[in-house]
T-cell receptor
Framework: EPEVTQTPSHQVTQMGQEVILRCVPISNHLYFYWYRQILGQKVEFLVSFYNNEISEKSEIFDDQFSVERPDGSNFTLKIRSTKLEDSAMYFC??????????????FGPGTRLTVL | KQEVTQIPAALSVPEGENLVLNCSFTDSAIYNLQWFRQDPGKGLTSLLLIQSSQREQTSGRLNASLDKSSGRSTLYIAASQPGDSATYLCAASYNTDKLIFGTGTRLQVFP
């Protein structure tokens, strides 16, 4: 069964460093998302992406964050200068269709980011 | 503000019991509601999606219902098994791309 994959599974970085989290969405999906979950807290939406553009972003997704689809299969989240509070599990998701009510989203296993 | 809550936060039941997990949302103009399972340190597995025009969805031993007027969804698990032990999350979708998640119910099914 097709699934979303993410690499790395765990990333440790120093505060102020740049990190790139990578995702391979399900192959026939056109809509892509990033969410994060700080330990013990809710899963929070960061950004949605369609047709090489950001379609929606939350207030968390500030100028330190960017997303890119560098080729036909990968979808990346870049954090330019990491802060301690960026430590979280980052989930990538994809959906075949966009816009509720049809956009069933399928999630990857996550990348645990630890900022020291 | 659109918020989603789940009660109880944790639940421990013996194997074989039928159980109900609750999800409440503040804005009844919901477009769909999705239920997920999360195993410790792992990703989210989609279980069921109920569109606003539907009242329930079934998959195997799972049945999810949606009542927009009362702002509630329930996930019914029949004949629970130890392998059902996980955290169950509900997430609401409105007229945007994002899912709004609840805090989850941590379920433990003991033999």
């Amino acid at each position: 069964e097709p699934e979303v994959t993410q690499t790395p599974s765990h990333q440790v970085t120093q505060m102020g460093q740049e990190v790139i989290l990578r995702c391979v969405p399900i192959s026939n999906h056109l809509y892509f998302y990033w969410y994060r979950q700080i330990l013990g807290q809710k899963v929070e939406f960061l950004v949605s992406f369609y047709n090489n553009e950001i379609s929606e972003k939350s207030e968390i997704f500030d100028d330190q964050f960017s997303v890119e689809r560098p080729d036909g299969s990968n979808f990346t989240l870049k954090i330019r200068s990491t802060k301690l509070e960026d430590s979280a599990m980052y989930f990538c998701a994809s959906s075949e269709l966009g816009g509720a009510p049809y956009n069933e989203q399928f999630f990857g296993p996550g990348t645990r980011l630890t900022v020291l | 503000k659109q918020e989603v809550t789940q009660i109880p936060a944790a639940l421990s039941v013996p194997e074989g019991e039928n159980l109900v997990l609750n999800c409440s949302f503040t804005d009844s103009a919901i477009y769909n509601l999705q239920w997920f399972r999360q195993d410790p340190g792992k990703g989210l597995t989609s279980l069921l999606l109920i569109q606003s025009s539907q009242r329930e969805q079934t998959s195997g031993r799972l049945n999810a219902s949606l009542d927009k007027s009362s702002g509630r969804s329930t996930l019914y698990i029949a004949a629970s098994q130890p392998g059902d032990s996980a955290t169950y999350l509900c997430a609401a979708s409105y007229n945007t791309d994002k899912l709004i998640f609840g805090t989850g119910t941590r379920l433990q099914v003991f033999p």
